[in-house]
């Protein structure tokens, strides 16, 4: 799911959200370093940009009392709520009509739960082997075979734009980057269940590459009871 | 002479002293920040907070007063802006600005009532 999934789900959200509490006025949701990810129907920019000013220079001068929660304000004509939930701020603006309860249960109920549903939409409670790879053993040997694994580029390449969903659940919310600059260690597994964390370079023998091989330093390879032409589980360790 | 305004307004500034004391000596406060256009009393727990307090003060108002005008929500009642550990309430009576800041756990309600 990427950022604008995420900014048209809680689009849809928030309208239908204003459509079930009729007092609710404006709804929009921005990001801890001040980017709107997403405003009901009726809401425009310029409105959502103004708010968003004003907090941020309120929020610069709150530190002296720590990270703002929330905000509350009320005026003759209706009131404001702004609230802290995960990396987010939730803005509500709503008529002097609106009970309290409903606020609470939206900023805390509601939009909570539509963010977790999100995250579990992306990350469906199985283990994580889209980042795993099964690797053909080649062994290392020699003087200068040292302590690290050598994996083809390509595949280390493809690790640092394939990491955790729950990363980029959050890096598409947040909008900050979550892929990886690069891969320092992989966890092996054999099949026979031997495994090992290890570091990790770059294949050096081009004749290797493109090859779902990895190099295996001999006595590591000695101690994971492999040999050459042996398949190996390989993943990536951030 | 003095008007009947500077007399009525002089005479409001000390009634809202005379509360905000007695607020100030309860459970949790911290400190609270009365201004008008000709004056302003400061009375903080930690004398060193003073410019930042200050400047929070007033920014929570004209960011109050910038938010219920973008939204047209009308002019401003209260503010009352919560962190982890503390709470500010800022509120405009008549000619006066007012912030209180206070400890979470302590019912800015109750002493939003009791200041109006």
Redesign the interface.
Known sequence: MNRDSYAIALKTALTEIQKAYPDL??SFIFTQNENIISGEQETDEN?MN??LD??E??KE??E?????????????????TLSKINDMYLVL?TTKNMNNTHIYAITHVIIPTILKTMETIESPHLPDTSTQKKLVVDTLTGFFAGDAVQIDTEILDDWTQNNDPRARVKAAITGEPAIPEEINQVHIETFSGNTTVCKVKEVDDQNVKGKNMIKIPEKLAKSLEITKGDMVMVKPID | MKSIKTEEQESETEILQEKLQTIKEQEGIIGYILRNSKSASIDLKDPTKIIEYAVLSSTALDTGDDMTETLQLGEVDTIVLETEETKLLSMKTNDHSLSIFMEKTVDHNKLSKSLK
């Open positions: 006025n404006h409105t103004t708010v004003s907090f220079n309120l001068k709150a002296t009392i720590g990270e703002i929660k929330d905000i509350h304000i009320t005026g003759k004509k209706g009131n404001v603006s």
